[in-house]
């Protein structure tokens, strides 16, 4: 088994950046959900409402971060890794609040304007402690602005599965996973407890529960029934629509495209 695509999403809930390589961290590959954006309330906001963040590209630059409109040429703002205000505001993400740090009028008002309300872009300082859930947390991890857990891993033989019952196929970027691996068989990911990625160390936690973020397409922006409606009829457990597996890392380094993936414990 491979390691075949490695992804980050610095911007919670804007595209992800296929990268070949990425540094391992304790709350996720390096750049991955270190910034969301949040409302006038301090309240985090998602595709799942705006659908629009589906349009935003992000690159990594030197020094920062690039955002462009995918249809727009020439619509787009430098954002700084390194931030510019530094004002620390309380912000919410699902039922928690944790201390954040503002980054770039020139991204704020950026954002504002393509997503048609007043909007704040934030990053998590190294200073916030934002834990993974006690009930599945092995070592008390903490975790940046993704949903609950560090890592996301799916197989690419369950999306190649699912899209046998598709009448139109969706990409993997649908289920913003961190790692997909090739060379298993559909949903070998559910059987998993622990596994190593070039040597690196990683535990399974949970099956990811899918929400309607995965009906809304990632390169137009509109929102559909699929894949959810067809997952539903044979990925549904407990009321929960499953697909990829929940991670964190229990050792730390650099993973790089087509490394070896080993079953340590099932």
Request: proline fraction near 5%; charged fraction near 25%.
């Amino acid at each position: 088994m491979q390691l075949s695509e490695i992804w980050v999403y610095p911007v919670k809930s804007l595209s992800g950046i296929r990268l070949t390589e990425a540094e391992v961290l304790e709350r996720g590959l390096k750049y991955d959900r270190q910034w969301m954006i949040v409302d006038d309330n301090n309240v985090f906001i998602t595709q799942r409402v705006f659908h629009k963040m589906a349009l935003i590209d992000v690159s990594l630059e030197e020094t920062g971060m690039r955002f462009s409109n995918r249809l727009e040429e020439d619509n787009e703002v430098f954002v700084p890794f390194n931030p510019e205000t530094n004002e620390t505001v309380t912000v919410k993400i699902w039922e928690a609040w944790v201390d954040a740090v503002t980054v770039s009028p020139d991204a704020d008002k950026w954002l504002s304007k393509e997503l048609g309300q007043s909007l704040r872009l934030v990053m998590m300082p190294t200073s916030t402690e934002r834990k993974v859930p006690v009930k599945y947390a092995k070592n008390g991890e903490n975790v940046g602005f993704a949903d609950d857990f560090p890592y996301l891993i799916i197989s690419q033989a369950s999306l190649d599965d699912l899209n046998t019952r598709l009448l139109e196929p969706v990409a993997m970027k649908r289920f913003r996973p961190n790692f997909v691996v090739a060379g298993t068989m559909p949903f070998e990911e559910d059987q998993w407890k622990k596994i190593s990625i070039g040597g690196l160390d990683f535990e399974l936690l949970k099956p990811c529960a899918r929400c309607v973020l995965t009906t809304i397409d990632p390169v137009t922006a509109q929102k559909g029934k699929e894949p959810l409606k067809t997952l539903s009829t044979y990925r549904m457990f407990n009321k929960k629509i499953l697909f990829g597996q929940n991670v964190v890392a229990t050792s730390f380094g650099t993973v790089k495209e087509g490394d070896t993936v080993t079953v340590m414990e099932i």
